[in-house]
Nanobody
Framework: QVQLVESGGGLVQAGGSLRLSCAAS????????MGWFRQAPGKEREFVAA????????YYDNSVEGRFTISRDDAKDTVYLQMNSLDPDDTAVYYC?????????????????WGQGTQVTVSS
């Protein structure tokens, strides 16, 4: 079992940056692959980025590749999402998720644990 708490969301102008954090507790953080997903109003949840257990493997949705960077710090039991060149289309609630199987994937059904989400709003 792992508990996940996101932070770092907020309001930012288009072209700006934000860094999201997701703090994990309750289990061995290093045993999980981690992912970020987002859900905009009236839309389905979508994959954003994922990172392997070791941190060496990453995977991004095409819509964010080159703008967003996922990373992890196992000493702090935290995964990050650095978001640059933000666009109003990036406005959503962002969720982090943990995958005990260690699979770096974009499928949400592979992730067993989810945080409560943090709101990101990008103004034009």
């Amino acid at each position: 079992q792992v508990q996940l708490v996101e932070s770092g969301g907020g309001l930012v102008q288009a072209g700006g940056s934000l860094r999201l954090s997701c703090a994990a507790s309750g289990s061995t953080f290093g045993s999980f692959a981690m992912g970020w997903f987002r859900q905009a109003p009236g839309k389905e949840r979508e994959f954003v980025a994922a990172v392997s257990r070791s941190g060496d493997g990453t995977y991004y949705d095409n819509s964010v590749e080159g703008r967003f960077t996922i990373s992890r710090d196992d000493a702090k039991d935290t995964v990050y999402l650095q978001m640059n060149s933000l666009d109003p289309d990036d406005t959503a609630v962002y969720y982090c998720a943990a995958n005990a199987g260690g699979i770096v994937a974009g499928r949400g059904d592979l992730y067993e644990y989810w945080g409560q989400g943090t709101q990101v709003t990008v103004s034009s």
